[in-house]
Protein backbone atom coordinates (compact mmCIF):
# COMPACT_ATOMS: atom_id res chain seq x y z
CA UNK A 1 0.00 0.00 0.00
CA UNK A 2 2.64 2.16 0.51
CA UNK A 3 4.39 1.73 -2.45
CA UNK A 4 1.03 2.55 -4.36
CA UNK A 5 0.94 5.90 -2.67
CA UNK A 6 4.54 6.92 -2.96
CA UNK A 7 4.10 5.44 -6.85
CA UNK A 8 1.30 7.82 -7.39
CA UNK A 9 2.87 11.07 -5.36
CA UNK A 10 5.65 11.37 -7.65
CA UNK A 11 3.49 10.64 -10.60
CA UNK A 12 1.46 13.89 -9.00
CA UNK A 13 4.42 15.70 -9.15
CA UNK A 14 5.77 14.82 -12.62
CA UNK A 15 2.47 15.98 -13.80
CA UNK A 16 2.88 19.12 -12.01
CA UNK A 17 6.38 20.22 -13.45
CA UNK A 18 5.30 19.17 -17.06
CA UNK A 19 2.09 21.18 -16.80
CA UNK A 20 4.54 23.97 -15.48
CA UNK A 21 6.87 23.61 -18.71
CA UNK A 22 3.82 23.08 -21.01
CA UNK A 23 2.57 26.59 -19.77
CA UNK A 24 5.65 28.49 -19.38
CA UNK A 25 6.73 27.48 -23.44
CA UNK A 26 2.99 27.99 -24.50
CA UNK A 27 2.82 31.65 -22.93
CA UNK A 28 6.54 32.50 -24.90
CA UNK A 29 5.41 30.86 -27.99
CA UNK A 30 2.02 33.27 -28.52
CA UNK A 31 3.80 36.55 -27.09
CA UNK A 32 6.53 35.72 -30.34
CA UNK A 33 3.29 34.87 -32.51
CA UNK A 34 1.49 37.91 -31.17
CA UNK A 35 4.69 39.58 -32.16
CA UNK A 36 4.65 38.47 -35.98
CA UNK A 37 1.04 39.24 -36.53
CA UNK A 38 1.33 43.00 -35.65
CA UNK A 39 1.69 44.71 -38.81
CA UNK A 40 2.84 48.08 -37.61
CA UNK A 41 6.30 48.63 -36.04
CA UNK A 42 4.42 49.28 -32.78
CA UNK A 43 4.74 46.96 -29.93
CA UNK A 44 1.78 45.33 -28.63
CA UNK A 45 3.01 46.21 -25.12
CA UNK A 46 2.86 49.69 -25.81
CA UNK A 47 -0.37 50.54 -24.97
CA UNK A 48 -1.93 52.79 -27.95
CA UNK A 49 1.40 53.11 -28.99
CA UNK A 50 0.35 56.25 -31.27
CA UNK A 51 1.38 57.91 -28.16
CA UNK A 52 4.61 57.58 -28.72
CA UNK A 53 4.87 58.72 -32.48
CA UNK A 54 2.28 61.29 -31.91
CA UNK A 55 0.59 59.62 -35.33
CA UNK A 56 -2.81 59.04 -36.39
CA UNK A 57 -3.44 55.46 -35.69
CA UNK A 58 -5.56 52.52 -37.18
CA UNK A 59 -6.31 49.98 -35.49
CA UNK A 60 -8.16 46.64 -36.77
CA UNK A 61 -9.32 43.97 -33.97
CA UNK A 62 -10.26 40.38 -35.64
CA UNK A 63 -9.29 36.91 -36.13
CA UNK A 64 -7.27 35.28 -39.14
CA UNK A 65 -10.08 33.01 -39.44
CA UNK A 66 -12.73 34.87 -40.23
CA UNK A 67 -13.16 35.90 -43.39
CA UNK A 68 -13.99 39.52 -43.35
CA UNK A 69 -10.59 39.81 -41.18
CA UNK A 70 -9.07 37.55 -44.33
CA UNK A 71 -10.26 39.95 -46.77
CA UNK A 72 -9.20 43.24 -45.13
CA UNK A 73 -5.77 42.20 -44.81
CA UNK A 74 -4.20 42.76 -47.75
CA UNK A 75 -5.91 46.15 -47.33
CA UNK A 76 -4.65 47.04 -44.39
CA UNK A 77 -1.27 46.25 -45.54
CA UNK A 78 -1.61 48.11 -48.75
CA UNK A 79 -2.54 51.17 -46.84
CA UNK A 80 0.18 50.91 -44.02
CA UNK A 81 3.07 51.04 -47.11
CA UNK A 82 0.50 53.98 -48.56
CA UNK A 83 0.39 55.72 -45.09
CA UNK A 84 3.93 55.15 -43.70
CA UNK A 85 5.16 58.23 -41.25
CA UNK A 86 1.49 59.44 -41.56
CA UNK A 87 -0.52 57.48 -40.02
CA UNK A 88 -0.55 54.34 -37.98
CA UNK A 89 -1.89 50.86 -39.42
CA UNK A 90 -1.85 47.98 -36.26
CA UNK A 91 -3.31 45.01 -36.84
CA UNK A 92 -4.13 42.85 -33.65
CA UNK A 93 -5.58 39.08 -33.86
CA UNK A 94 -7.32 38.23 -31.52
CA UNK A 95 -6.35 34.47 -31.35
CA UNK A 96 -3.22 35.56 -30.04
CA UNK A 97 -4.17 38.63 -28.24
CA UNK A 98 -7.36 37.74 -26.52
CA UNK A 99 -7.32 40.18 -23.53
CA UNK A 100 -7.26 42.86 -26.50
CA UNK A 101 -10.90 42.62 -27.66
CA UNK A 102 -11.80 43.31 -23.45
CA UNK A 103 -9.24 46.10 -23.29
CA UNK A 104 -10.95 47.73 -26.50
CA UNK A 105 -14.12 46.80 -25.89
CA UNK A 106 -14.59 44.54 -28.80
CA UNK A 107 -18.43 43.50 -29.61
CA UNK A 108 -17.83 42.24 -33.14
CA UNK A 109 -15.12 41.36 -35.61
CA UNK A 110 -13.37 42.43 -37.34
CA UNK A 111 -13.84 45.96 -36.08
CA UNK A 112 -11.60 48.76 -37.13
CA UNK A 113 -10.97 51.73 -34.69
CA UNK A 114 -9.51 55.12 -35.36
CA UNK A 115 -7.65 57.62 -33.29
CA UNK A 116 -5.82 60.85 -33.31
CA UNK A 117 -2.51 61.72 -32.92
CA UNK A 118 -3.25 62.02 -29.40
CA UNK A 119 -4.51 59.15 -28.71
CA UNK A 120 -8.38 59.77 -28.28
CA UNK A 121 -10.79 57.27 -30.63
CA UNK A 122 -12.22 59.50 -33.46
CA UNK A 123 -14.24 56.40 -34.98
CA UNK A 124 -14.98 53.36 -34.36
CA UNK A 125 -16.64 50.25 -37.54
CA UNK A 126 -17.48 46.80 -36.84
CA UNK A 127 -17.53 44.70 -39.89
CA UNK A 128 -15.26 44.80 -43.27
CA UNK A 129 -14.18 48.37 -44.10
CA UNK A 130 -13.48 49.02 -47.60
CA UNK A 131 -9.82 50.62 -49.00
CA UNK A 132 -11.80 53.55 -50.38
CA UNK A 133 -14.21 53.92 -46.77
CA UNK A 134 -10.36 53.76 -44.57
CA UNK A 135 -9.00 56.40 -47.26
CA UNK A 136 -12.18 58.72 -46.68
CA UNK A 137 -12.21 58.51 -42.98
CA UNK A 138 -8.07 59.06 -42.86
CA UNK A 139 -8.46 61.98 -45.09
CA UNK A 140 -11.56 63.30 -42.30
CA UNK A 141 -8.59 63.09 -40.16
CA UNK A 142 -6.66 65.01 -41.96
CA UNK A 143 -4.04 62.32 -43.37
CA UNK A 144 -3.61 62.67 -47.11
Known amino acids: MRQKESL ?3 VTLILIVLSFIFNVCCDNQSKKTADQNTT ?6 SPGGQNAE ?5 VDLGKGTCIPCKKMKPILEELEVEYK ?3 IVRVIDLRYEP ?16 FDAEGKEVFRHEGFMDKQSIK ?9
Open 8 to 10: LLI
Open 40 to 45: SGVSPE
Open 54 to 58: KLPML
Open 85 to 87: GKT
Open 99 to 114: READKYKIRLIPTQIF
Open 136 to 144: AKFAEMGVY
